[in-house]
């Protein structure tokens, strides 16, 4: 009997372990860009992101339906000590029973299944397992997007800063030549007022840098479970240096749509709701059950847990309601309804997942030519701040005309910086809209 019951709790956990899977997303992607930080914090935020722990016992909560579902499969034993208490009739001497007794009675109740309804409800809640487990990954996928993007933003942020530090020193420069002019005839205060504004517009772009990038260190320290109070202490490589390191595919087998989280969630709702449909159907049948009695006492001649102080009895048939309100068949035609709001929205997730996927390609091919065609004008430009350093040192020009040129430099410098992280995170997004598959 104890060799039964062990291996009968080695197979029902087994069954459970079964359903305990690893969850598989492609951190390989991360490491293509070459950037021994970007790896360390995409590890980080997996071991400390409090929604990757929220996703992770979620899972763990599904599970444990999958075997509370499967407990139903095999009979229910209980057993409860009584005291029992009697009084009879004075002058009775036939009654050998005592006034003053224990029961223990052992009750077994099992409802067979025949019909094999609590199969397809144990089907339903492994449908609902794998949604949720496809629902975890894409939670550990657009966590993982936003931890890259937000690194890309930061690095972008911080070479825009320096740039803009150049910017401002140069135009603080022709506001003192100006100021000059002004002081000395050569310049109308209409022209010098001009390069304050000037400035001060650079000021405030300046400004906006500084508070957009603190906002992105803030949410960059939550994303990988840091407190933003030592968003300081983020170590970071350089814009410059940071690139994708593989050629991205310009053509995507249509498969991989089918690889996505989303797509994969809804089609086992989908088929958990159709599971649903058939134990509802079912409920239309009878039920059959055993139950078994068996109960020990001290009230008869009898020893305790003896043959001749035991009670026991066996019951077994059919049972089948014969009004119910119409319950069941509203609890058919709900999960019907239930079947067809997830059709459609399994059709429109498959929808979704083909435009989300077109979008991203086509951003990369658009923000190529943006790339290229910034690329083009900052290496025109230098070439005109080039010939403007030969014009200064000849004294063709003046030393205001040349900080134009450099001014000049430094935003076509933030514009292919702009042009080439909108690149970079379109990567980011192609991984996101393939479900990892890239």
């Not at 030969?390 to 001014?407: A, P």
């Amino acid at each position: 009997m104890k060799s039964f019951v062990f291996v009968f709790f080695a197979v029902f956990q087994f069954f459970l372990s079964a359903f305990a899977k690893p969850v598989c997303v492609n951190t390989d992607f991360f490491k293509k860009f070459d950037d021994e930080y970007l790896t360390k914090y995409i590890y980080q935020a997996i071991a400390n992101n409090h929604q990757i722990k929220e996703a992770n016992s979620r899972i763990d909560r599904f599970r444990y339906e999958i075997k509370k579902t499967f407990a139903d499969e095999f009979p229910q034993l209980s057993a409860n000590a009584n005291y029992l208490g009697v009084h009879f009739p004075t002058g009775d001497n036939n009654i050998f029973i005592k006034r003053n007794s224990f029961i223990l009675p052992f009750l077994v109740n099992w409802e067979v299944d025949l019909l094999l309804k609590n199969k397809d409800k144990i089907k339903s809640k492994e449908a609902v397992y794998e949604a949720e487990l496809a629902n975890q990954k894409a939670t550990y996928i657009s966590l993982l997007s936003d931890v890259a993007g937000a690194y890309i933003n930061i690095l972008l942020y911080d070479y825009l800063i320096e740039k803009q530090k150049d910017i401002l020193k140069n135009k603080n420069l022709n506001v003192d030549f100006e100021n000059k002019k002004f002081q000395f005839g050569i310049s109308d205060e209409y022209s010098l007022n001009k390069e304050k504004q000037s400035l001060k517009n650079e000021v405030d772009y300046f400004d906006n840098l500084i508070k957009n990038q603190k906002t992105m260190l803030y949410n960059f320290s939550t994303l990988i479970g840091e407190s933003a109070v030592n968003f300081e202490e983020i170590k970071r490589g350089k814009i410059e240096d940071f690139d994708y390191t593989e050629s991205i595919p310009e053509i995507i087998c249509s498969d991989l749509i089918y690889s996505r989280p989303d797509v994969i969630e809804a089609e086992n709702r989908l088929k958990s709701a159709k599971f649903d449909i058939t134990a509802a159907k079912k409920d239309f049948f009878p039920r059959f059950n055993i139950m078994a009695l068996m109960f020990f006492d001290t009230a008869g001649g009898g020893n305790f847990f003896n043959w001749n102080s035991s009670f026991a009895f066996l019951l077994a048939g059919a049972a089948q309601d014969l009004f119910n309100g119409g319950r069941k068949i509203a609890n058919l035609k709900i999960k019907k309804a239930r079947y067809k709001e997830l059709f459609e929205r399994y059709r429109q997730t498959d929808l979704t997942a083909i435009q989300e996927i077109s979008n991203a390609l086509n951003l990369i091919k658009q923000d190529k030519l943006l790339e290229n065609n910034s690329k083009e004008k900052l290496i025109l430009e230098k070439r005109n701040k080039n010939i403007a350093k030969s014009k200064l040192d000849k004294g063709i020009i003046s030393k205001s005309d040349y900080i134009d040129y450099e001014i000049n430099t430094n935003q076509k410098e933030q514009f292919f910086a702009n042009a080439k992280a909108a690149r970079l995170i379109d990567y980011i997004t192609l991984y996101k809209a393939l479900g990892g598959e890239l």
